[in-house]
């Protein structure tokens, strides 16, 4: 994600076999999805999608927190209906 919004990176990979890498700058992947738009559809599709489950984890973890205070018997969550 870095290399699109330039923040510091906040993952670390680690590979479990020998690997060949390529460093693509933000440059040159701006580049190729301007010139490869299904590049940059699956890259925002993946994207979405871990921004999707990131937001249902959140949720599903406010509500156990809620149930777990006493707050939820109460209806005092605060959350509104998990999207389908």
């Not at 040159?28 to 890259?43: K, N, S």
């Not at 406010?62 to 707050?71: C, V």
Request: aromatic share 2%.
């Amino acid at each position: 994600m870095a290399v699109l919004d330039a923040e510091p990176r906040s993952a670390t990979v680690v590979a479990d076999d020998d690997s060949l890498l390529l460093v693509v700058e933000d440059r040159q992947l701006f580049e190729i999805m301007a010139g490869q738009i299904e590049i940059a559809r699956g890259l925002f599709k993946v994207l979405t999608s871990r921004l999707r489950e990131a937001r249902q984890e959140a949720i599903e973890a406010r509500r156990e927190a809620a149930q777990l205070s006493g707050g939820a018997a109460r209806g005092e969550d605060g959350l509104g209906p998990t999207p389908g």
